[in-house]
């Protein structure tokens, strides 16, 4: 079979379901009309179709004409509450946008469907094409493993694969990936400083928490660049600061929150006691009180060794050795893919998507409102889906990297 000959037959298909996807974002754990334009995308293929109980997911289930192993592949389908900018003629207009391109993952997933349905009397195995819901904050990947997604054939699986665009940084085509983590934990601080207001011009009639805050706002950074090994690094960004309502009244609280990241559990669990112990710190010696809390959002996303070089060894042999390129470093982003590759081997690669004509180093980056993509990669995408589907259905147990 000749996956990518055939996914490029169905490259204006795919172009329209992106462009009606596009067109209608939604937010969150609940997407009724993705659901809707991705059920209709599939009807007539040959899968076991369910929804999702507690989400709008979306789980269908290929079984091959032999009996074979399991492998799953995963398309996320949330957007952003971001007010698109981009012009473009199908662009959203309700204040939400497909600013991090899960459209367009979304419909390489389809249209691996597809291709793969085409082919089902040649799979010796099963596929299960798992559309998520919620990957923005929402943990949907942990409430589709909840909900069995990965039981969907009654074995587990022996790999998943996910696929990521980027409007920046890659060239378009290109594909990337790494082995071992990939992707950063995120967690978020939230903390309140308590202290007792009063008038301006009296600050020492009152316990002002707004100085104490702004301290411990920059001893956080102090703390992330001098507690922790410079290779195995931390991020913390506050993102939020809220006190005060007058410039002349001394308030009684102060809050801010932060993302906090990591690319290892040793660090993670010492960001959870160290940031903590630092905002206290602060507080005690201001004479105030404060509540730090921290919780923990998505887990470090880690590519299996043997998954990420089976990928890219996919690439080079469908696409040619140049479209694949090893990602040095891992990223600061986080991803809940990683809820899946925690349970079962499996890998995430980066496909480029910057638009033509435009600098992969200066073009507008995922989650910003004048982010595009350049569609032309879509026939691509769902080719590799396919690809690694049907090529690690019969690769058999893959040597450690």
């Known amino acids: 079979m000749n996956l990518l000959d055939d996914a490029n037959a169905l490259a204006d298909d795919l172009t329209q379901l992106r462009r009606r996807l596009h067109a209608v974002p939604e937010v969150g754990l609940d997407l009724p009309r993705t659901q809707e334009t991705v059920l209709a995308a599939l009807e007539g293929l040959p899968l076991d179709v369910t929804t ?15 009996p074979g192993p399991t492998v799953l592949l995963r398309g996320d389908m949330d957007a952003l509450p971001v007010a698109e900018r981009t012009g473009l003629p199908f662009a ?24 793969l ?11 299960v094409f798992m559309f998520q819901p919620g990957e923005e904050g929402y943990d949907g990947a942990g409430r589709m493993l909840a909900e069995g997604v990965l039981d969907a054939t ?34 978020v601080l939230k903390v309140t400083v308590r202290g007792a207001g009063g008038h301006g011009s009296l600050p020492h009639r009152a316990k002002d ?28 960004t506050v993102g939020t600061f809220q006190a005060g309502t007058a410039t002349n009244i001394i308030p009684d609280t102060a809050t801010f929150s932060a993302t906090v990241r990591s690319f290892s559990a040793a660090s993670l669990a010492k960001l959870r006691e160290g940031t903590v112990a630092v905002c206290q710190g602060v507080a005690a010696a201001h004479g105030l009180e404060v509540t730090a809390e921290f919780s923990e959002q998505y887990p470090v996303t880690v590519n299996d060794g043997a998954e990420a ?27 809940d893919f990683s809820r899946v590759v925690d349970e ?15 600098d992969p180093e200066s073009a507008p980056a995922n989650h910003s409102p004048l982010a595009t993509f350049d569609e032309s990669v879509l026939p691509a995408g769902s080719a590799l889906y396919a690809e690694l589907a049907t090529r690690r259905l019969t690769a058999g147990p893959l040597r450690a990297a």
């Open 52 to 66: 999702g109980a507690s989400l709008t997911s979306v789980t269908a289930v290929l079984r091959g004409a032999t």
């Open 92 to 115: 959203a207009d309700n204040g939400r946008m497909h600013a991090c391109g899960h459209d367009l993952h979304t419909t390489m997933l389809a249209g691996a469907a597809r291709l």
């Open 117 to 127: 349905s085409a082919h089902r009397d040649r799979l010796a195995g099963n596929v």
């Open 154 to 187: 009654g074995e587990r699986p022996v790999a998943a694969y996910a696929l990521h665009v980027m409007s920046h940084t890659y060239p378009t085509g290109v594909f990337t990936g790494r082995g071992g983590p990939l992707l950063a934990s995120s967690n």
């Open 209 to 236: 928490p707004i100085p104490a805050a702004c301290e411990m706002v920059t001893a956080l950074q102090t703390y992330a660049t001098r507690a922790f090994d410079i290779f195995d690094p931390v991020v913390i």
């Open 309 to 335: 070089v089976f990928a890219a060894d996919t690439v080079r042999e469908t696409f040619g050795e140049e479209w694949y390129t090893r990602l040095e470093n891992p990223i600061p982003g986080a991803e």
């Open 344 to 358: 079962i081997p499996g890998a995430m690669v980066f496909l480029g998507a910057t638009p033509v004509g435009a």
